[in-house]
């Protein structure tokens, strides 16, 4: 079972270069500004204050290491796709956040996440493309799963993956999630786990 005996913030960086050596396997998290990412963080770590959360989206413009249990790293990637940043600061941060995904060996796994209850939208399903044109390993969390019925939750998550599956053959492992009741912290924790084992 996955557990997170401690966790520590290590270096935020601007540049591939700045990140930490080293060949620890790394866990990043991306989704789209306000999805709830530095909730999740927080969340699954049972640290409050580890990752800021914010009222503002889109206030991570910068790559964040955590350091858990002394083995893993998680990684806090920039969010995209926040209509109110310039031009200029827009396309520096998906730079940052290509340059990472894409060149970046020590990356295991990204986690995608998606608010639960929108429809799919234009740019996570371009953003989900993109990563399977180049390979990245992925896998989807649905956050916010505690602002739906319970009976809606799966019936939602499942039409997301419907929809994948007219351009997927094979779908990414999916988990829901909920920062305030801590849905999904086992499993989520448990498939990183898995994984390390495999390294």
């Known amino acids: 079972m996955g557990e997170i005996k401690s966790a520590e913030f290590t270096v935020s960086s601007f540049r591939l270069d700045q990140c930490p050596e080293g060949q620890r396997p790394e866990y990043a998290f991306i989704g789209r500004s306000n999805v709830g990412k ?30 858990i249990n002394n083995s893993w790293y998680l990684v806090d990637l920039p969010g995209y796709g926040y209509a109110k940043r310039s031009k200029k600061t827009q396309e520096k941060l998906e730079g940052i956040i290509s340059d990472y995904i894409l060149g970046r060996e020590q990356l295991t796994c990204l986690f995608l996440l998606i608010d639960l209850r929108h429809e799919a939208q234009k740019i996570d399903l371009e953003f989900i493309e993109w990563l399977g044109e180049n390979g990245i390993p992925f896998a989807i969390v649905f956050t916010k799963g505690d602002k739906l019925a319970k009976t809606k939750v799966q019936a939602q998550a499942d039409a997301y993956m419907r929809h994948l599956l007219e351009q997927w053959e094979e779908l990414p492992p999916y988990f829901v999630t909920s920062s305030e009741t801590r849905l999904g912290r086992e499993e989520l924790l448990d498939y990183i786990e898995q994984i390390n084992r495999t390294l």
């Open 38 to 67: 530095s909730s999740l963080i927080n969340m699954l770590t049972g640290r409050k204050g580890l990752a800021k959360t914010s009222a503002t989206p889109g206030k991570t413009l910068l790559i964040n290491h955590f350091l």
